[in-house]
């Protein structure tokens, strides 16, 4: 076994205990703190195939900023205690089955196909740096990022105006 395959399936490990914690955690808090741990793993993920800028992206936008607003909200309504929620009876047995089928789809796609990640040695010169992302980014992506953009605007104003009329009611 190679040393990127080791490092490969100890940072999946740690990745996939993580996201079971996140999930099964009763604490919101501890929650948002093992998605922070995917988010770096994911990050690693990301230099073991050569893409430094979208790992250092992915540190400083998810790990850093979303998480950090992810725990104003949480601090915020005081939710730290996750309570017993109301479930149907029909959501649990489509879980199961969508969860099924997603393992399914997993092990097909793992068992049948090989060598489908290329190895960072074979990437185009200048791969994931900042300049050839600036390029796609600005002149194939240019009006995805412009109405991303307009959103989270929207957004952070409409969560501007609910804190307010919350403080007014006070």
Not at 14 to 31: E, H
Request: hydrophobic share 60%; glycine share 8%.
């Amino acid at each position: 076994m190679t040393t990127d395959l080791i490092l490969f399936l100890f940072l999946a490990i740690i990745s996939v205990a993580a996201a079971l914690g996140m999930l099964f955690s009763r604490n919101a808090v501890y929650s948002a703190l093992y998605l922070i741990v995917n988010f770096v793993t994911v990050a690693l993920f990301y230099l073991i195939l050569g893409g430094a800028f979208i790992a250092v992206s992915q540190v400083a936008v998810y790990a850093g900023a979303i998480m950090v607003l992810f725990l104003f909200v949480i601090m915020l309504l005081g939710a730290e205690e996750l309570g017993q929620s109301q479930t149907l009876s029909w959501q649990r047995p489509l879980a199961i089955v969508l969860g099924v089928g997603l393992v399914a789809e997993i092990l097909s796609v793992v068992l049948t196909q090989t060598g489908v990640i290329a190895s960072a040695s074979s990437l185009p010169e200048g791969f994931g740096s900042p300049a050839s992302i600036g390029n796609t980014l600005f002149l194939q992506y240019l009006l995805p990022f412009e109405v991303t953009s307009v959103l989270l605007l929207v957004a952070m104003i409409g969560a501007i105006v609910l804190t307010q009329r919350n403080k007014k009611d006070a």
